[in-house]
């Protein structure tokens, strides 16, 4: 990280993945691996032929900022509860991915994902058919600002596409589990019979009471389908590793 506020990793992977249909990382990759800085002189990004990316995040971004903050709670023993979403990182990292993603107009699939128990947090996105969906599940549950759902709508709608969004709690049996992670990006990129099993039960938890507008009211103890992966790798006929193991 530069005195400016460049975060020197991830924009250089962001340059040298333009060209890639498929990415998959793991690190601490920060908002500007997917959008450089306002004041930048970067050239805006674009990824013409991204089918599919998944990340494996570490929970603290390159300038040392965490994704979770630790709340001391009375009264209770449960180490989940005592780490909040840090609100204000993960909304501005997922306005980064969202600009982003207007300049990946292949893109199918996406999935970050961290699980330093007892820290757990999950994104999606995936088109299927006519629809994009969009899912956060997380521990305490993440709702994503205004700010970032508008600029999603937009880029939904940017590519004549209907939007399905929800935010979902995730439990302690979800977290620190690594039999699904980012290899689901490369296994089952475009297994929409995993997806569709997936999105059945949410919009089962959806409709509970509430409709499919009601963003956030619903919860849902069910497994999310992503896992770790040791490996970080950016592949279109080549691997690249980035980040050291964590600490």
């Not at 970050?112 to 996105?125: A, E, I, K, Q």
């Amino acid at each position: 990280m530069t005195k400016d506020g460049i975060d020197v990793l991830s924009c250089t992977l962001r340059e040298v993945s333009h060209g890639l249909t498929t990415l998959k990382i793991r690190g601490p990759i920060g908002p500007q691996f997917f959008w450089p800085l306002k004041d930048s002189k970067a050239d805006t990004p674009y990824w013409p032929n991204l089918r599919s990316l998944g990340g494996f995040l570490y929970v603290y971004l390159p300038g040392g900022t965490w994704l979770f903050k630790h709340a001391a709670l009375d009264g209770t023993s449960c180490e989940v509860c005592a780490w909040r979403p840090n609100t204000e990182a993960l909304n501005e990292l997922y306005l980064a991915v969202a600009k982003a993603v207007s300049r990946m107009p292949r893109l199918e699939i996406m999935a970050l994902r961290t699980t330093n128990r007892p820290m757990f947090h999950d994104f999606r996105f995936k088109v299927i058919g006519r629809r994009a969906y969009l899912r956060w599940h997380s521990t305490p549950k993440f709702e994503p600002s205004d700010q970032v759902l508008h600029l999603w709508e937009k880029v939904v709608e940017s590519r004549d596409l209907e939007l399905d969004v929800a935010s979902y709690r995730a439990d302690e049996a979800d977290i620190g589990g690594d039999e699904f992670g980012i290899e689901f990006i490369g296994e089952h990129e475009l297994d929409d019979g995993l997806w569709n099993s997936h999105e059945e039960e949410a919009e089962d938890d959806v409709s509970d009471g509430h409709d499919d507008a009601d963003f956030g009211a619903s919860n849902s103890d069910g497994d999310s389908e992503s896992s770790g992966d040791d490996d970080a790798d950016s592949s279109d006929g080549g691997d690249a590793e980035t980040g050291d193991d964590e600490n």
